[in-house]
């Protein structure tokens, strides 16, 4: 079951950024944040740099169990 919602997932995922469902896992895995980043708008980019600059905002996010779950699927294997 959690296997067909990653894929929901990064079905959306690739919707959202304009590239495919493993170019994203790919990138992911690669820590290639950069090519994951790219089709967002300057004010989204900007948002994005200011929340990964601030440690009490990144970590808000990291602690989150949704993202710490897509950490996991992207980390893994399969």
């Known amino acids: 079951m959690e296997n067909n919602m990653q894929k929901e997932f990064l079905s959306q995922l690739s919707d959202k950024l304009g590239k495919s469902a493993e170019e994203i896992k790919a990138s992911a895995q690669a820590g290639n944040v950069e090519a ?19 440690p009490e905002k990144t970590r808000a996010i990291m602690e989150n169990p949704q993202v710490q779950k897509l950490i996991r699927m992207l980390s893994s294997n399969g």
């Open 36 to 54: 994951l980043t790219g089709n967002l708008s300057q004010a989204q980019q900007k948002k994005l740099k200011e929340i990964m600059s601030d």
